[in-house]
């Protein structure tokens, strides 16, 4: 029992704990302060009704005695009262009868008598409180130990849900590098949590803002050259006609550029803006595509001096997007291709398992440095030390948005003997339900 009990206690989250254990500390208070009430009032003296009463009757007796018997008879009967209970009785005469006009203090009688006051009094009772008050006391008790714990749980919970709504309020602004799970670093709960996710995502926010502005910059700066370059085309041909012939090459040349770049670009803004809407799949044969892509790769590579693993044996039948997967495969290879070094070889490995294909790509070029392994797969970007062959730099980029949204994984690491390598894991299914279209 003691067993399941610390099984279920450990299983229940954080935060549920906190109030369990608040909560019950606050009935234990609200009990503990009762008790110290009771213990208090059951220590002290008590004002009970009949004392009040006693001092009341002998009060009315003293007052009686005087005006019936004189003076003399109600000192006598004060004396003799506190010989057989002393409660402090004592009759006094004042020096005018106009004293009895005032008001008499509590447990005091101002009598008028044959043209003198006098005051009648008794001690007051030597009781702490009125067990009257008893019950009240139980109350502010309870309600001061509900109040404390209250505004313990409010004050706990409000400021970090301030926190959060001015966070995300900062994120509706367009203010994504706001960050709050440094002020709840101390707790260790699911508001912590909820704050962790929050710089998350206001993280990812931020680095898509930035992609995005990079991209806007990158494709302005693309489009530039050749846009420049047939500016020139028609400069010239105003200041000498003759050169129709060659500038219209030219002009085709650039025209063809533009639309490779335009193509590639729309590709990665599809894969981007629907990263998370659903796509069709179909049931094919990787290594059969991955095949095809080596071999017509292979034979472009011939005069470059490049040679390239043809052939991967055995099959892995997937449900995929096949062109997204294609285009995957064949930028990696092209490009490893493309950045390899003249009459050396491109290598390609294939391992396959119940759920994935593991797919590495290693050539034998000027590789890149260790900070630039993730941001050679951003739009645009090339290695530091690449020779310029032709590419915009969006395809390791467009590989990465494929296999990612089939649930799989590229990344790229330096090999001991130099060049890249770029590993892709394409899973067998993907990670997440998408409709299927009719098997092949």
């Known amino acids: 029992m003691a ?145 404390m714990a209250a505004v313990f749980l409010a004050r706990y919970l409000v400021n970090p ?86 500038m219209l090459d030219r002009m085709d040349r650039e025209v063809e550029r533009l639309d490779a770049l335009v193509g590639e670009v729309l590709v990665l803004a599809r894969m981007t803006a629907g990263s998370d809407d659903p796509f069709q799949t179909q049931r094919l044969d990787v290594i059969e595509i991955l095949n095809d892509i080596l071999a017509d790769a292979s034979f472009e590579a011939q005069g470059r001096g490049v040679s390239i693993t043809t052939d991967i044996e055995g099959s892995f039948i997937a449900d995929v997007d096949g062109e997204q997967v294609y285009r995957a495969l064949e930028n990696v290879i092209r490009n490893a291709t493309r950045y390899t070094a003249e009459n050396s070889r491109v290598a390609v490995q294939c391992e396959a398992d119940a759920d994935r294909l593991t797919m590495r790509v290693v050539d034998q070029g000027p590789g890149v440095g260790d900070d630039e392994l993730d941001r050679i797969f951003q739009p645009f970007s090339r290695g530091s030390d690449a020779v310029p062959q032709g590419g915009y730099g969006l395809g390791l980029a467009i590989a990465r948005q494929a296999v990612e949204r089939h649930g799989g994984r590229v990344s790229a690491e330096l090999p001991e003997s130099g060049g890249l390598a770029i590993t892709l894991e394409i899973p067998r299914c993907p990670s997440m339900p998408r409709p299927k279209a009719d098997e092949v």
Not at 29 to 45: E, I, N, R
Not at 171 to 180: E, N, S
Not at 199 to 226: G, I, M, N, W, Y
Request: a neutral charge; charged letters at 25%.
């Open 3 to 147: 067993k399941a009990t610390s099984y279920f206690w450990i299983d229940m989250p954080r935060l549920f704990r906190k109030f369990l254990t608040i909560i019950w500390l606050t009935v234990l208070g609200s009990v503990a302060a009762m008790a110290l009430v009771l213990d208090a009032f059951q220590a002290a003296p008590q004002i009970t009704q009949l004392e009040l009463q006693k001092r009341e009757i002998l009060l009315d007796l003293a007052e009686a005695i005087l005006v019936e018997d004189g003076e003399a008879a109600a000192i006598r009967f004060a004396a003799n009262s506190e010989n057989a209970q002393p409660l402090g009785l004592e009759v006094m005469s004042l020096s005018a009868r106009e004293a009895c006009t005032a008001e008499p203090a509590q447990y005091v009688r101002l009598v008028p008598y044959e043209g003198a006051c006098y005051r009648i009094s008794v001690a007051s009772p030597e009781g702490l409180v009125s067990s009257r008050f008893a019950p009240i006391m139980l109350i502010l008790a309870v309600l001061l130990s509900s109040l």
């Open 161 to 246: 849900v301030e926190r959060l709504r001015d966070g995300l309020s900062a994120l509706a602004q367009g203010r994504f590098d706001t960050r709050i799970g440094d002020s709840m670093a101390t707790r260790k709960d699911e508001i912590a949590a909820l704050a962790s996710d929050f710089d998350t995502t206001a993280k990812r926010l931020q680095e898509h803002q930035d992609a995005q502005q990079r991209l806007f910059h990158d494709v302005s700066h693309e489009l530039r050259s050749p846009l420049s370059r047939l500016q020139a085309v028609t400069g010239i041909l105003r200041k000498n006609p003759a050169k129709l012939a060659s």
